[in-house]
């Protein structure tokens, strides 16, 4: 899987002490996160708590962290530890069906557990949401394959170039055009 | 045009081919062709296993996550999509429960009754040979796996044809597509990972989102509903025959909608049998999604529609032969 | 051009899909730049959501804003101060044989593909665990078929109440698809019809 992304880099970059690798980072991983961590905590001003507390962590914890292991993996640990001592100081328990810490290792794709999310945060689809998927889905076809077969199969650009029956440059420019046309729909609200 | 269009023209040409000499297979290449499906039907119901694949619907594209536990009391599987938020089907044995976040809805039904072996064979009826003509040939890799491929091709103009690449080793299917009398692919499945572990956990069979505030409905058979009915379909294409009826409970404020199903050993088309009030925008005339087509038209107050991976005018024809006692 | 060859190196990056030797050139850029941070960010941002990985969580973004002031807080000795790890051997995961023509100039990177018009290699056809597969096949491209009509994931009838209705019908009318030769497939069909009004 081309999943061997960049994160080696920046993780190296910030054990040596650069923080704005290590904020690239956080960039990555943030919306991930904040999705695991609301479903121990469900108030959402808290999530964002707990997620800027486990990300301080982990930043601490870096020079502990052996490059053989998943950094993604590793962060969820410290974000569900991080949820659990959270509600623990609360007095609250955390939710019964909220995953284990053990279960990181098994998990397979977050759609695999129950939501905890409040149902007015589950049912909303912010701007941002849809206007993403409203760009997507006006994509020309062979844009939106391409960046689907990237985003959602994870395949490598070789892979890609394969199932589409295109030279590897032709599918490198497709998904940069896709991303860039979300961009551009993206720009009224985040520019 | 592509090697891949050339290959697609090239198979349709054959198809075509074999319907309009309407040559006679071997029997034993048909005998073997019809043991692969068999092994596709198995595979299907009887083996736990854990797959993603790209689904292709007209020129929508979608990535699906399929995960399908196969047990002695029954077996339960859950589709999900990959792309944006996730909607789901789960089904068991009680229920089949369709999540659809877009709308905020839930749909409960019961799941049409199977074998209780749970091993739902295809099994052709002695006319199939009639209707189709089976191919075998040698298929491409998919998902990392060698496989077969079975066309089945239609003798005449009123169904679609199939191109099953089903695993050699499993009998899994691995890639479908739905083709038109031109080539066309109009529905393809292409899996691009499967995994066959011995045991499912449970966890992976939960829906994903909780429904908590959704709208929930039901779908499905109601029940008590008069063995008789009012209404005859007076044409099918050849081979075609009524598989089911039942009454589909339309939801709030609808009368129940009288649901016939016809099928030929592999293609079905649904006629619904609907009462609209003199306001309901209703259909005349053919829709289209892809691979599905529709067709309506009022009678008598009613809005009847014919629904199926047919061509369109399979639909129209039929829909059109619709008649009240 | 230079902006864009530049950005189009990022989303390269962002997949992995550079060289260890570009992929640090293109990432001192980003650390540098507050205009490719924004790149980056909004990539993680649209991958988050085309991936399902984001609920509507209003303040995300402004986490890591709140991080970098938190970790500007924390003493610099807590960052431990290791000498640069001996580079591992990057592997490369997609060194495209018709890479031509890498140019640096003044610390930024220049890529310039060119498809140079080799015909696409038989590669193994999918992904994930798949390590040794003996005879590798093309795979069928996924592309708009010849002859097909386009259509998208709607029915081709604009009114609201009619395309409720079919899809109601559609529902039910997968419930009986015959044969079982598709399994649990027709109901792909319901899944990925989007019910989005």
Same mark, same amino acid.
């Given at each position: 899987?081309?999943?061997?992304?960049?994160?080696?880099?920046?993780?190296?970059?910030?054990?040596?002490?650069?923080?704005?690798?290590?904020?690239?980072?956080?960039?990555?991983?943030?919306?991930?996160?904040?999705?695991?961590?609301?479903?121990?905590?469900?108030?959402?001003?808290?999530?964002?708590?707990?997620?800027?507390?486990?990300?301080?962590?982990?930043?601490?914890?870096?020079p502990g962290f052996r490059a053989e292991s998943a950094f993604y993996t590793w962060l969820y640990r410290i974000a569900i530890n991080t949820a659990k001592n959270h509600l623990a100081s609360q007095s609250r328990r955390a939710a019964e069906s909220a995953i284990d810490v053990d279960d990181v290792e098994h998990l397979v794709g977050e759609t695999a557990l129950k939501e905890m999310a409040t149902p007015e945060l589950m049912l909303m689809r912010d701007e941002v949401q849809q206007a993403v998927m409203d760009a997507f889905e006006g994509l020309p076809e062979e844009l939106r394959t391409a960046i689907t077969l990237r985003e959602i199969e994870g395949m490598s650009y070789e892979d890609i170039a394969a199932a589409m029956d295109c030279p590897v440059g032709t599918v490198r420019s497709r998904i940069f055009r896709a991303r860039d046309a979300i961009n551009r729909r993206l720009e009224p609200l985040l520019g | 045009m592509t090697p891949v269009t050339e290959r697609l023209r090239r198979l349709a040409v054959l198809l075509l081919a074999v319907t309009a000499t309407g040559a006679s297979l071997a029997a034993g290449?048909?005998?073997?062709?019809?043991?692969?499906?068999?092994?596709?039907?198995?595979?299907?119901?009887?083996?736990?296993?854990? #797959?993603?694949?790209?689904?292709?619907?007209?020129?929508?594209?979608?990535?699906?996550?399929?995960?399908?536990?196969?047990?002695?009391?029954? *077996?339960?599987?859950?589709?999900?999509?990959?792309?944006?938020?996730?909607?789901?089907?789960?089904?068991?044995?009680?229920?089949?429960?369709?999540?659809? %976040?877009?709308? *905020? *809805?839930v749909r409960v039904g019961k799941p049409r009754p199977r074998p209780a072996d749970g091993y739902n064979v295809f099994k052709p009826r002695g006319d199939f040979s009639d209707h189709y003509a089976l191919m075998l040939a040698n298929g491409e890799r998919v998902a990392g796996r060698d496989t077969? $491929?079975?066309?089945?091709? %239609?003798?005449?103009?009123?169904?679609?044809?199939?191109?099953?690449f089903v695993d050699e080793e499993t009998g899994f299917l691995l890639k479908s597509e739905l083709v038109d009398g031109h080539g066309g692919v109009l529905e393809q499945i292409?899996?691009?990972? $499967?995994?066959?572990?011995?045991?499912? %956990?449970?966890?992976?069979?939960? %829906? #994903?989102?909780?429904?908590?505030?959704?709208?929930?409905?039901?779908? #499905?058979?109601?029940? #008590?509903?008069?063995?008789? *009915?009012?209404w005859t379909v007076g044409w099918l294409p050849a081979g075609f025959s009524m598989s089911d009826r039942a009454a589909d409970a339309a939801g709030a404020g609808r009368m129940p909608v009288e649901h016939l199903v016809y099928t030929d050993g592999l293609a079905s088309v649904s006629v619904f049998i609907e009462y609209l009030d003199a306001q309901g925008e209703h259909l005349e005339g053919l829709s289209r999604m892809g691979a599905v087509n529709a067709y309506g038209t009022m009678v008598a107050g009613f809005q009847v529609t014919a629904v199926g991976e047919v061509p369109g005018g399979t639909v129209e024809r039929i829909g059109r032969s619709v008649a009240r006692r | 051009m230079k902006d864009d060859a530049l950005h189009e190196s990022l989303s390269a990056l962002v997949d992995g899909e550079l060289t260890r030797a570009q992929a640090e050139q293109v990432m001192d850029a980003v650390l540098r730049d507050p205009?490719? /941070?924004?790149?980056?960010?909004?990539?993680?941002?649209?991958?988050?959501?085309? =991936?399902?990985?984001?609920?509507?969580? !209003?303040?995300?973004?402004?986490?890591?804003?709140?991080?970098?002031?938190?970790?500007?807080?924390?003493?610099? =000795?807590?960052?431990?101060?290791?000498? +640069?790890?001996? /580079? /591992?051997?990057?592997?490369?995961?997609?060194?495209?044989?018709?890479?031509?023509?890498?140019?640096?100039?003044?610390?930024? &990177?220049?890529?310039?593909?060119?498809?140079?018009?080799?015909?696409?290699? +038989?590669?193994?056809?999918?992904?994930?665990?798949?390590?040794?597969?003996?005879?590798?096949?093309?795979?069928?491209?996924?592309?708009? !078929?010849?002859?097909?009509? /386009?259509?998208? &994931?709607?029915? @081709?009838?604009?009114?609201?109440?009619?395309?409720?209705?079919? @899809?109601?019908?559609?529902?039910?009318? @997968?419930?009986?698809?015959?044969?079982?030769?598709?399994? &649990?497939?027709?109901y792909a069909r319901v899944v990925g019809y989007d019910a989005r009004d």
């Open positions: 899987m081309a999943d061997g992304g960049p994160e080696g880099l920046l993780v190296e970059r910030a054990q040596a002490g650069d923080r704005r690798a290590f904020d690239l980072l956080v960039l990555k991983y943030q919306h991930r996160l904040v999705k695991l961590i609301g479903r121990y905590v469900r108030d959402h001003a808290e999530v964002l708590d707990v997620a800027q507390d486990s990300f301080i962590k982990a930043y601490r914890a870096l | 290449e048909d005998q073997e062709a019809r043991h692969w499906l068999d092994r596709v039907a198995y595979a299907a119901s009887r083996l736990s296993y854990d #797959g993603t694949f790209v689904y292709r619907n007209g020129d929508s594209i979608e990535s699906m996550r399929i995960i399908h536990r196969a047990g002695a009391g029954g *077996s339960k599987a859950r589709l999900v999509s990959l792309i944006g938020e996730a909607r789901e089907v789960i089904r068991d044995n009680e229920r089949v429960t369709c999540y659809l %976040p877009g709308s *905020s *809805s077969r $491929l079975v066309s089945v091709a %239609p003798r005449d103009e009123w169904r679609y044809g199939y191109r099953l292409v899996f691009t990972r $499967l995994e066959l572990p011995d045991v499912i %956990p449970d966890a992976l069979l939960q %829906p #994903g989102v909780s429904g908590e505030g959704f709208t929930w409905s039901t779908s #499905g058979a109601v029940p #008590g509903v008069s063995r008789d *009915s009012r | 205009a490719l /941070r924004e790149q980056w960010r909004r990539h993680h941002l649209i991958s988050a959501v085309l =991936s399902g990985h984001s609920g509507p969580s !209003p303040g995300a973004d402004e986490l890591a804003v709140r991080v970098a002031a938190g970790l500007a807080a924390e003493p610099a =000795s807590l960052a431990t101060h290791r000498a +640069p790890r001996r /580079r /591992r051997a990057w592997v490369p995961l997609a060194l495209a044989a018709s890479l031509t023509a890498v140019a640096v100039a003044a610390g930024l &990177m220049l890529i310039d593909v060119r498809d140079a018009g080799v015909a696409p290699r +038989p590669v193994r056809a999918t992904i994930a665990g798949d390590a040794a597969s003996p005879a590798p096949a093309r795979v069928a491209a996924v592309t708009a !078929p010849a002859g097909a009509e /386009r259509t998208r &994931m709607t029915w @081709n009838d604009a009114r609201p109440a009619v395309e409720a209705r079919l @899809n109601g019908y559609l529902l039910d009318h @997968n419930e009986y698809l015959a044969g079982g030769v598709r399994g &649990m497939l027709p």
